[in-house]
């Protein structure tokens, strides 16, 4: 960012702030070389180049995000740094994200140097504690201190990481010398690793075992019917557990191929109940992700006290995709109570009691069920209001904010530290800092009125993402305008009233893409407020008319508007006017949503149901948070109540791309 920029956006964060912080900030305007330097340490830091930071260091005093600067100096030599510097640094930024960020980094280098009296005397102090690593470690020096029984812990906090971890490995390995118990927690592990293709799980867990079979579970990751072939496989030490994770693993590559397998008759005499239901519920999970008929029969072979969480969930998903009612209240049934409890699956257990509901209780239970989640806030608590037979409206306000609150907001220094940093572009520093500020900093986070100042304090300043991010996680009615927010409003309106499409749909989607954040990239370069890859840009760009459009112009607010909201027109009228299939579609490319509506002689399906089993998380998540989103939008707009059953619609078989258009979206 030009320091010209900058300036013009420390004008503004300075009049949302207190007087003693924009003279702060005014001082920072009068020194930039301060906050040049700050962001060439930020780039030295990358490249761990410690002779640099420490050469720019001296040239950062004074500037308000000093305390980033001192943090990534030391930071890049702490393996090396005297305890005494540490200490000192403790002490100068005392209180700030910066100190616990380092204490943070310190305790893993404690833990994996097992030096555990100075880890017992950091640990108390840690207050963002979020990291699991540092978790086990600090169940470990416990355990090694005094005996305390940590199994539990362990296995809930190991078993619920996605990728391998040194702490609780450390700790499982400490308990497994000393509880056989935990071979089997370390078996679970792996099958976790192996189900969702992370190989170094699965590795990491049975080498702590025995490290002479992470050999066999790299020859199965790589080829798992060649070792259920090789007839010495049957002689071999530990086959039953190594043959579960060669069949997991033929299940994630072929849930058809695995079902074969796992029935041959040495399979079925040498594994537990416990251990076919498991391959069974990875062979269902796979299925239902490939929209497979066949999935609630593969669910149905597993006994459900024996499945993860996880299978539980495409069991239910799968089962409402074909019917299947009383298969959704037995999946969701055995689900943990967390997850049970989650609105996702209190408004399917809702719906399939009152599909099967033969008795008045079991008609009560559905709407109390319903009843406890119903808002205007998420997508199922708005469907749950509308299954109680009402519509989504705009909540009232809430009290206004005191000039009190207000003023504790603008004193903040970790806010006020965050939206510096974010307005001179260091946006990933200042995202930590306000998300530590306002979450971590203290035990529980914010309180919900202060929350919703440091939300009014993002909005003033035009930090669109932190007002959203900090409004969403209050749980007192909050002011919509603020929760949902409208920048370029103007802009908006014009070009979708000139296109023909739903504003709210469009801001929706903005939401979800970009949080209005203009110079948004994507980890796979996606630009913009609307996130259009430079592909999809330049294809538009000609379907709409814009002939002098360059790469370059993608973050422009104009063009990339023009271009955003002519794509997804297109896509639209692509999907018949489909919103959960055009937004599917802008999220995970057209084509994928065309093999998700299914084949020829599928059910059509209510737009929520297929909506839950889109495949991709990230793809299931989007879409139903874009239709929520644009729910609420609308309700703002036009100041009427609305339905997002409506918007969702029903999704079927038929293909309805327009012939004018092809088949050619990008």
Not at 258 to 269: D, N, P
Not at 362 to 386: H, T, V, W
């Amino acid at each position: 960012m030009q320091f010209s920029a900058i300036l013009t956006s420390i004008a503004l964060l300075g009049a949302t702030l207190s007087p003693s912080i924009s003279s702060a900030l005014a001082q920072g305007r009068d020194n930039t070389l301060a906050d040049q330097a700050v962001m060439d340490m930020a780039q030295a830091y990358k490249q761990r180049d410690k002779r640099k930071l420490a050469a720019l260091l001296p040239q950062a005093r004074g500037s308000l995000l000093e305390p980033w600067a001192a943090y990534w100096e030391i930071s890049a030599r702490l393996d090396e740094a005297p305890v005494r510097e540490i200490q000192e640094f403790m002490t100068r930024y005392s209180g700030s994200y910066q100190e616990d960020k380092l204490r943070n980094e310190w305790l893993l280098k404690m833990g994996r140097d097992r030096d555990w009296a100075s880890f017992n005397r950091e640990y108390p102090k840690f207050r963002m504690n979020d990291d699991r690593s540092v978790r086990c470690y600090g169940l470990l020096a416990d355990y090694l201190s005094s005996g305390t029984d940590i199994k539990s812990q362990v296995q809930s906090t190991w078993l619920s990481l996605k990728d391998a971890d040194e702490g609780c490995a450390s700790a499982a390995e400490q308990l497994l010398k000393d509880h056989s118990v935990m071979a089997q927690v370390a078996w679970v592990r792996a099958r976790l690793g192996m189900e969702n293709d992370r190989l170094r799980v699965a590795t990491q867990a049975v080498g702590l075992l025995n490290p002479s079979w992470v050999k066999t579970v790299n020859a199965i990751y790589l080829n798992p019917g060649k070792y259920l072939n090789d007839k010495l496989t049957a002689l071999r030490p530990q086959t039953r557990e190594l043959v579960s994770l060669a069949l997991i693993r033929q299940a994630y590559l072929d849930p058809e191929e695995a079902a074969v397998e796992v029935e041959k008759l040495r399979w079925r005499a040498q594994l537990t109940k416990e251990e076919r239901s498991w391959i069974y519920g990875v062979i269902g999970k796979r299925a239902a992700q490939k929209l497979s008929n066949d999935a609630p029969n593969y669910f149905a072979k597993a006994q459900v006290q024996h499945l993860h969480e996880d299978h539980l969930a495409w069991m239910a998903r799968a089962a409402l995709r074909t019917g299947r009612w009383n298969q959704v209240t037995e999946a969701i049934a055995a689900m943990p109570d967390s997850l049970r409890q989650d609105p996702t699956w209190v408004y399917w257990r809702a719906r399939a009691l009152m599909i099967q509901a033969q008795t008045e209780s079991a008609r009560a239970e559905s709407l109390r069920l319903l009843e406890s989640i119903a808002s205007p806030r998420g997508f199922y608590e708005q469907l749950a209001l509308e299954e109680l037979g009402q519509r989504i409206t705009t909540p009232p306000r809430p009290e206004p904010l005191t000039s009190e609150e207000r003023e504790a907001a603008r004193q903040n220094q970790g806010l006020a530290r965050a939206l510096y940093a974010i307005q001179i572009g260091m946006r990933s520093e200042g995202v930590r800092e306000w998300n530590y500020s306002t979450n971590l900093h203290v035990r529980g986070g914010l309180d919900d009125r202060s929350m919703l100042a440091a939300a009014d304090l993002a909005c003033r300043a035009e930090v669109w993402d932190r007002c959203i991010n900090s409004s969403e996680r209050t749980k007192i009615s909050t002011d919509q305008e603020q929760r949902f927010p409208m920048p370029f409003k103007a802009a908006v309106l014009a070009r979708t009233k000139q296109i023909g499409l739903d504003p709210a749909f469009v801001y929706g989607l903005i939401r979800q893409e970009s949080r209005f954040i203009m110079d948004a990239q994507s980890h796979v370069g996606a630009s913009g407020l609307m996130q259009v890859m430079p592909a999809t840009a330049k294809w538009t760009a000609k379907k709409i008319g814009l002939t002098d459009f360059r790469a370059s112009d993608i973050n422009d607010r104009d063009t990339n508007i023009a271009i955003g909201t002519g794509y997804l027109k297109l896509v639209l009228d692509n999907f018949g006017g489909s919103m959960p299939m055009a937004a599917a579609a802008y999220n995970a490319g057209p084509n994928r949503p065309r093999m998700w509506r299914g084949q020829d002689g599928a059910a059509t399906l209510e737009g929520a149901i297929w909506a839950e089993n889109v495949p991709f998380t990230e793809t299931r998540d989007y879409v139903k948070k874009v239709l929520s989103n644009a729910t609420n939008y609308a309700a703002l707009i036009t100041g009427q109540s609305q339905s997002l059953k409506a918007r969702l619609g029903t999704v079927g078989p038929k293909e309805s791309a327009s012939p004018e258009l092809g088949l050619d979206l990008p």
